[in-house]
């Protein structure tokens, strides 16, 4: 029952507790009670209905949004994940995916807020910060300041943002906290793009030692070949002319 129907019932109630008052009809008196019972009645409702709306309920865990494919359970079973291990990893991701899609969505509709970020490039690295989690799933932990905090802190920061630029009326401190707000999303972008090199530093030493070897590679075979080819342009030593007898 909603509260629009507690109240008229109750109103109902007291026209006819009015009405009824002091009416004598066949077969004995009509007492008011009868017309006072069901304002009566309405209250005792109206109350239960509010404490069950306000009772507590269940926290419900995160859904994932998509089923697990065939080849991510078999990368998850190769970086060595157990079961709980896999659920907790999904479940944190899949909030991550819902605090990047907020960002996104928030970052588009301000252009104040492309500008502060597109200097760090800060979607282009959440984006590949993202995936390189993913890919290896077993360094969570490394990441969970920028799982738990970070991205949670600037989608939150960006949104009360917009908010706050949206406002008809702006004072000195409206202007004063939009320029804080300004200078904590840099700083914060800055920190994510730092940590995100800090976690593929290894990858990017191993791509830095291949491309030097290679390097070295080819260095080597050019240098073979230009001896290769200096020694074919040497002409061949004149024949020895013979004395005549």
Known sequence: MRE??????????????????GM????????????????LFAAIV??????????????????IDHPMSQKLANHYEEAG???????????????????I???????????????????????????AYFKAIVNEPKRMTESAPFLYEQLPNMADLTRKYVIITRHEVKTADTYLVLNQAKDALAKLAATIRDEYAAFVHDDIEDLDTTVTLTKQQLARHASM?????????????????????
């Open 4 to 21: 629009y129907q507690v109240v008229g019932l109750s109103f109902v109630g007291y026209l006819i507790a009015t009405a009824t008052n």
């Open 24 to 39: 004598v009809f066949q077969g004995g008196y009509v007492s008011a009670l009868f017309g006072l019972n069901i304002p």
């Open 46 to 63: 109206a109350g239960l209905t509010i404490a069950w709306q306000k009772r507590k309920r269940p926290v419900e865990p995160a859904v």
């Open 81 to 99: 994940l157990s079961d709980s291990e896999i659920a907790v990893f999904r479940e944190t991701m899949a909030g991550a995916s819902k605090n």
């Open 101 to 127: 899609h907020s960002l996104e969505t928030t970052v588009n509709s301000s252009v104040e807020l492309q500008d502060i970020l597109r200097e760090f490039d800060t979607m282009n690295v959440i984006h």
């Open 225 to 245: 070949h230009d001896a290769q080819t200096a020694a074919n342009a040497q002409p061949d030593a004149a024949p020895e002319e013979k004395e005549d007898k």
